[in-house]
C-alpha cells in the first residue's frame, strides 16, 4: 500500500511538528520552506532562549475572534502531550515560575533535535522554496489531492497543511503570504494585526522620559470602560511605552485602533498604594523633609527622567498624586509588523473542523500554527498554540 503523501507548506514550529507527526503516522511527507532554514523564527524565541510553554494554561491566556473553538483545539494535544514529546525527541526542559525552557536555554537545541527527528522520519525538508499556488485536483476516486507550484517546482499531494506563520517578526520571510494562499483557496481571514508588540502615543514629552524601566500597571480604556489591566515592568521609550504589561494589552489595542475607536493607556507608577495613600505618602515625605520642594518629593521614588515628566506644569502634591496614580497616553498606533511578536487574526477558525483542523470548503487542506486566529499571551503559549495545532494537523493529515 503506497504511503500517503503529504505536502507540509512552512517549516516553522508548528510546520516541524505536523511533518514530524505526519512522517511517524506512515504519511511520506515533504516540507517546504521559503527560508534557507527551518525554525528560523523558533531561533529568535524567549531571547534566543524558547520558551517552550507554560505551566499554567487557561483559555484567559489565548485570544482569538472564537475562544470556546480555539481553548476546546488546546485540550486536543496538552501540555503534558507537549513535554513527553519533547522528552522524546531529546530535549531536557527545566522549570522557571511555570516557564519551561530548553536545559540548554538555547532556542538552536529545540530547533537541531526537531529537524534531527524529521529527518529520522525521512521527512523530505526542501528550503528556500516559495509556494505561489495550491491546486486542488479533482480525481477519478474523488479522494483529495493537490498540486502545490513554487518557483522552481511542482509537488503533488494526497494532503496538504498550510503552516507559513504571520507576517509578525523582523526574520526575511515573514511576510504574511500564508494569508493569500489561504484567501485563494477561498478561506476567510480575520483581518491580522500586530501583537506583542510595543505602543506608540501621540504626546510630545516622551523623549524625556526614554530608557526609563519602572515597576507599574496600564489598563487599557477604551468608550470610558477599563478593557485590560496588567502589571510588570514598563518600559519608557521615546515613542510611547514598551514591556510584556504592554505587550500583553497590544492585540486588543491593536483591534480598537483599526475599528477607529480612540485608546487611552492609563500607567499607575505605584500600584501598591490608592491614590488617597499617594497623597499621604507625599504629605508624609514633605512633613518629614519640609525644606524640599515639590519635585524633589518624587527623588528617590522614581526615576528622574520620569519625576520630571510627572511634575511638568509644576502640580501641587495632590495633583501629582493622580499624575502618578493616573497618568494618560492616547495611543496613536501600534508598532509595525516587524516589532511585533505575533498576529492577532488570521484564518477564521470557522473554516476548520476544531478536532482535525482539516478546511471545511477544501477538503484535505488542514491549517497549523499562527496562520489561523488565534494569539496567546507572552510565556510559551505561542508556542504551545504551535505544537498543538501542529501535532493535530499532522496526525489527522496522515490518517487514510
Known amino acids: 500500500m503506497e504511503k500517503k503523501q503529504i505536502c507540509v507548506i512552512g517549516g516553522g514550529a508548528a510546520g516541524m511538528m505536523a511533518a514530524i507527526m505526519a512522517a511517524r503516522a506512515g504519511a511520506a511527507v515533504t516540507l517546504l520552506e521559503h527560508n534557507e532554514k527551518t525554525g528560523r523564527k523558533l531561533l529568535a524565541t524567549g531571547n534566543g532562549r524558547c520558551n517552550l510553554t507554560n505551566r499554567y494554561q487557561s483559555r484567559e491566556c489565548y485570544h482569538s475572534q472564537k475562544p470556546e473553538t480555539a481553548w476546546g483545539i488546546l485540550q486536543q494535544f496538552s501540555l503534558t502531550d507537549t513535554l513527553e514529546f519533547f522528552s522524546e525527541i531529546g530535549v531536557s526542559v527545566k522549570e522557571k515560575n511555570g516557564y519551561f525552557y530548553p536545559a540548554s536555554m538555547q532556542a538552536s537545541s529545540v530547533q537541531e533535535l526537531l529537524e534531527m527527528e524529521a529527518r529520522y522520519r525521512k521527512v523530505k525538508i526542501k528550503c528556500r522554496e516559495n509556494v505561489k499556488e495550491i491546486r486542488p485536483e479533482q480525481t477519478a476516486s474523488c479522494k483529495p489531492s493537490f498540486l502545490v507550484r513554487t518557483e522552481t517546482w511542482q509537488y503533488k499531494a494526497d494532503a496538504v497543511i498550510l503552516s507559513c506563520g504571520s507576517r509578525a517578526s523582523q526574520i526575511e520571510g515573514a511576510d504574511g503570504s500564508g494569508y493569500t494562499l489561504a484567501k485563494s483557496l477561498g ?24 530608557g526609563t524601566r519602572i515597576e507599574g500597571r496600564i489598563s487599557l480604556v477604551a468608550e470610558k470602560k477599563v478593557l ?12 510611547g511605552i514598551s514591556g510584556i504589561p504592554v505587550f500583553q494589552c497590544s492585540g486588543l489595542a491593536a483591534r480598537l485602533l483599526d475599528k477607529g475607536i480612540e485608546v487611552t493607556a492609563v500607567l499607575d507608577f505605584l500600584p501598591s498604594c490608592n491614590l488617597a495613600e499617594t497623597e499621604q505618602l507625599l504629605k508624609s515625605r514633605r512633613k518629614q523633609c519640609p525644606y524640599k520642594s515639590t519635585a524633589a518629593l518624587l527623588t528617590g521614588l522614581f526615576p528622574k ?13 495632590p495633583a501629582l498624586a493622580a499624575r502618578i496614580k493616573e497618568f494618560p497616553i492616547k495611543i496613536k498606533k501600534t508598532k509595525p509588523f516587524k516589532n511585533a511578536q505575533v498576529c492577532t487574526g488570521g484564518v477564521s477558525l470557522t473554516e476548520v473542523h476544531p478536532h482535525t483542523l482539516e478546511s ?3 477538503p484535505g487542506l488542514y491549517l497549523a500554527g499562527e496562520l489561523l486566529d488565534t494569539d496567546g499571551i507572552c510565556g510559551g503559549y505561542n508556542l504551545q498554540w ?4 501542529g501535532a493535530l494537523a499532522g496526525k489527522e493529515a496522515a490518517k487514510c
Open 187 to 210: 478561506l476567510s481571514v480575520e483581518k491580522p494585526l500586530p501583537a506583542l508588540v510595543p505602543l506608540m502615543g501621540k504626546e510630545k514629552y516622551f523623549s524625556k522620559w526614554a
Open 228 to 239: 485590560n489591566t496588567q502589571e510588570g515592568e514598563l518600559q519608557l521609550t521615546d515613542y
Open 305 to 317: 527622567k520620569l519625576c520630571d515628566v510627572l511634575m511638568e506644569n509644576k502640580p501641587e502634591i
Open 360 to 362: 471545511r470548503k477544501v
Open 386 to 389: 504551535a505544537w498543538t495545532t
